[in-house]
Each structure stands twice: as structure tokens, then as C-alpha cells.
């Protein structure tokens, strides 16, 4: 009979090895070798009330802390319940290890035929994720995760699986402590380093630019580059735009920021630009890929990317120079060679970032003066007044349609690293589990979630959650009753017209025989939070809602905040157009 470490034994010395201490995921038999080993490495388990939250809870984690986020499935329906969080978080780029147990060896792979609780497990995750793979025998377990956190930390972040039968995590394996090895032993540890002579070639460049730009995606949070982000700005005195998933990687009260909200501004900005510095960015379709008209074309402009995976340099805009680096220490050499150079036009640069600031501050006081008093709230309310009563370091979380879209032109991203959402996938529902990571990541920080009424109701029952474990996460649910960003759209390609005519005469929707499938049945989430053990607040005029958002801040647990926004209002979001109009080609 085999002897030595059990299978969840030599995970959890293994993820402990790697500097792991959070783990997220739901108990099941399948896997008890696991995570009654955790605690004996200091790790700890924080269950969700579903497996997706468990993968949002890990990718928010990661994403916040950044480190490695590890959450766990067990085989048949739990890792069908994680199947959602798999395809948004690798989607995201946040990098996650997950871990699922399988049935017992010798039933599965391929399945005997009627297995219980089983289907293909890494057959189903593997195009939705960087690898994907099931351990067939005890003696490979350590191999494969090696493997596995090998390629975790290689190239862009995502989804890494390891499926491990369920007779191999509870059951000895005859392995022993000398399989569990140092991180360095089979994995590059330190940062990928940055060619110096395409360093050098990159800044010259960018000194002899007349109007250089920056451009920073996830990347640069990914490798903690923030602080060398605002240096190499500084020193050139050039403006920064993000990807949406990036914004606050520059704080938004530095002189060099372009928020993402400020659309023109943006154009502008990257029309301008005769030399353009991409870091950790695809340029992706909400980067209006890298094209005119909303970028200048390649004969125009000069570009240098700089990325952690080689197949990402080059693909959605020809570059001049293709850095293969950590964001990090290719932003600290590039400072480093400006630095030694004399930049020309200074004065220039500083005098046309005013301007373009200035446009910033003009349009988002446009906004502040359209957001009007009474009942129900205005939707641009909620988070502006939010952020007046929220801590300045306080991580925020986006989720829903418009509510997301009002959230972003309200808000202003004045600390890295403290706005989350699903930029790249818009899944609704996931803020619910991505509080609950950010709650763990930063426990010094507090957690406030921006939800509409629809997204809440995927998973309304995270809030036990955050109350079990103690995370006084407020949750400010946007009530509209309605699949607001749908039916708008279901409004304009039916009747827009008389869609328009409704809003401009009467501030009204179309009449409710010509919308179907878009509303709700009403609902009192700030009840339903109460009987989970949250606080609860009611709030239906926007005088009310600077008390009711300290109460909840106040309360020391979580809380859920219903405010009644008017229903006309939230439909037109502010952008709604450029956003439409992101998902055609553009024509450069």
C-alpha cells in the first residue's frame, strides 16, 4: 500500500511553496485531502455561494494583490458551475491557478461509459483557458503542477487547470517532501528584461518625438509598474490613455492623465501622437484596435510595443520597436535612458497636456451639472456621491450594463489599482464575487460595488458571503427594474424616432405593449440583504443618499444599498454611441 503525502498534502506544500496563503472555492468530499491540508500550510479557504464567484474571487485577488489567485472546483457540476468564471477570467487576463478534483482513476479518461458526476473535464476548459490538464497517476502530480505554475507565470496572465482525480487528492501517493521544490528550480522567478539596445532605440525616439504618448493596458498592473508608469510620463510630458481594464494604472489628478471617459479628449490625444509607447496592451477592440480614426495611421505615427507574450507584439498595429519585457523593468530602463537624455519641447508638451486636461475638467463638470435632484435618483448621482462618502484608497467594482457606463463617467480613478470589472467581457454578475477577492486582497482598504438590478440578481446570495466572512463590502444596487442596456437598444433599432421623440417631449420610454422581454417584477434587495445578515438601506430621493451611504459605510458589515434611479434616465447612459459605433470596424 502506498505511503507518503496524500495528493492534497502535496498540492498544498506545493502552493505554499509558491508564497500561496488564499485560496478560493467550495468544499466537496472529492477534494477533503486538499483542503484539510491547506489549513496546515496557512493557507485559507473562503467559500462563495457558487463556483463562478469562487474564479471571480481569484481573479480579483490576483488582480488587486498581484498574486497568484488559486481557486478550486469539485468534478461534475462544480466544475460546470465554474465554467462561467473560467471563460470571463481568462477573458480578463487575471492570473488564476484552478484546481478541480476528477472522478477515481480507471472510470474516466475516456469515461467507462455512464460515470457519475463526470464529463471531460480539461476537454471543456482547455479552449477557454492557457492549459489545460489531467493528472493520470500520483507519481505525475508534482510534474504537472510544476508545469502548470510554470506556464501561469509565463507570458500574458489567464486561466491555468490541473484536474486531478479524486483517489490521488485524499489518498496517499508515495511521494514524500522532497517532491515539493523551490519555485526557482522550475520556473523563472525574476522579471523578463528588456533588450537594452531596442531600450535605447525606443528612447530616442520618444525624446526626439514632437508629441509623444503613452499608452498603458493591464499589463502594467499586472507587473506593478505604476509608480515607473508615472516617472517615464513625467519625464516626458506625455499623456497617458489606458485600456479600459487599466484605468487608474496613472492616478487621474496627475497632469499627464487622459481619462478613458474623456472620449474626444482620447482621440485627440492619439491623432496628435507622432510617436506612440503601447505597453501591456492588445489594442484591442475597445482600443478601437490600434486604427484611424480614432488613432493616427502608421504612416503618421510611430509605435513601440512593449509586451510580457512575443505574440502579442505587432498583431493589431505595425510597430517600429517590439520590446519582449515586464512592463515594470522595461518602463524603469526607458525612464532611465530618457533620464540621460535631454528632452527638447518640454515646455511644449506641458502647455498642450493643460489644454487637453482642461477639455477633461470641462466635460466632467457638463456631467456634474446635468445630474438634477429629486426622486427617483438620477443615475450619475450614485457614484458621484458615493465617492464623496467612500475612503479615497476604497477598491471600487462595476457591474451591470449602464449602471457600468454611469459608474466610469462619475467616477474619477485617483489611486491605482482600486476599480474593478469585467472590461473585456461585461459579465454581469461577476462584481459579486470579484468584492469578495478585493475584500481578502486588501483588508485594510474598504470594498463598494456599483450594480444594477440585474447583474445583482445572478448572484444575490454572495452577500451571505461577505457577511459570513466577515467583509464589510456596501453593495449599491442601481434599481431600474429593467434590462436597461438592452432594452434601449430593443427601443432604437424598433422605433427610433419615436424612442427619441419620448425622451425629448415627455421623458418617457415607449409605451410597455411595444418592449418585450425587458422588465422586472419589483424587488427589495436591501430586504433580501437584511435577511442574510447584511444592513439594509432604502433609498428613493437623492437627498437621502449621502446618509443612507454612510450608515452602510458605518454599520461594520456588509450592506445593501437600494436606490431607485429613474428609469428614462438610466437608459441614456452617457457614451452609449461611441460604444455602439466600437463594434464596427473602424475604418483606418
Known sequence: MAKGLTGGQLIARMLSAEGVDQVFGI?????????????????????????????????????????????IASNGPGVANVLPGVAVEQGEGNRILLITSGRRVGITHPDRGGTYQNFDQTA????????????????????ILRRALRVSFSGRPGVVHVDVPENIV????????????????????????????????AAQLLVEAEWPMIHAGSGVYHAGAEAELARLAGLLAAPVTTSWAARGALSETRPEAIPMTALGVNDEVRNA?????????????????????????????????????????????????????????????????VERRTVPGLAARRDRLEGWRGKVADERAKRAKALKPGSPVHPGHVPSVAQQVMPDDTVW???????????????????????????KFGMLGAGMGQALGAAVAAPDQRVCVLI?????????????????????????????????MVKMSQQIQARPIATVAHRMLTNTTLP???????????????????????HGELVTDSADLPAALERARDCGRAAVVQVHVDQVEHLWAPGLQAFKKMHQEPKG
Open 512 to 534: 410597455a405593449d411595444q418592449i418585450v422581454y425587458a422588465d422586472f417584477a419589483p424587488c427589495r434587495y436591501d430586504l433580501m440583504g437584511e435577511a442574510m445578515g447584511a
Open 27 to 71: 468544499i466537496d468530499g472529492t477534494y477533503f485531502g486538499l483542503y484539510r491540508a491547506l489549513g496546515d500550510e496557512s493557507i485559507t479557504l473562503h467559500s462563495p455561494r457558487h463556483e463562478a464567484a469562487a474564479a471571480h474571487m481569484a481573479g480579483a485577488y490576483a488582480r488587486v494583490s498581484g498574486r497568484l489567485g488559486v481557486c
Open 170 to 201: 485524499n489518498q496517499p501517493t508515495g511521494l514524500d517532501a522532497g517532491a515539493v521544490r523551490a519555485p526557482e528550480s522550475y520556473r523563472r522567478t525574476t522579471p523578463l528584461q528588456p533588450d537594452p539596445v531596442l531600450v535605447e532605440r
Open 124 to 143: 471543456v476548459t482547455a479552449p477557454m483557458t492557457k492549459w489545460s490538464c489531467h493528472v493520470p497517476s500520483a507519481d505525475r502530480l508534482p510534474e
Open 452 to 484: 444594477g438590478d440585474g447583474a445583482f440578481g445572478m448572484h444575490p446570495t454572495e452577500v451571505e458571503s461577505a457577511v459570513r466572512l466577515g467583509l464589510p463590502i456596501v453593495y449599491v444596487v442601481l434599481v431600474d427594474g429593467a434590462w436597461g
Open 273 to 337: 501622437a507622432d510617436v506612440a509607447l503601447v505597453v501591456g496592451s492588445r489594442l484591442g477592440e475597445t482600443d478601437w484596435w490600434g486604427k484611424a480614426p480614432n488613432w493616427a495611421s502608421p504612416a503618421l505615427q510611430r509605435t513601440i510595443q512593449v509586451d510580457i507574450d512575443d505574440e502579442r507584439l505587432g498583431v493589431n498595429k505595425p510597430v517600429s520597436v517590439a520590446i519582449l519585457a515586464d512592463a515594470r523593468e522595461a518602463l524603469r530602463s526607458l525612464a532611465d535612458a
Open 397 to 423: 467594482v462595476f457591474d451591470g450594463g449602464n449602471t457600468v457606463v454611469w459608474s466610469n463617467f462619475h467616477h474619477s480613478a485617483d489611486v491605482p489599482r482600486t476599480v474593478l470589472s469585467t472590461y
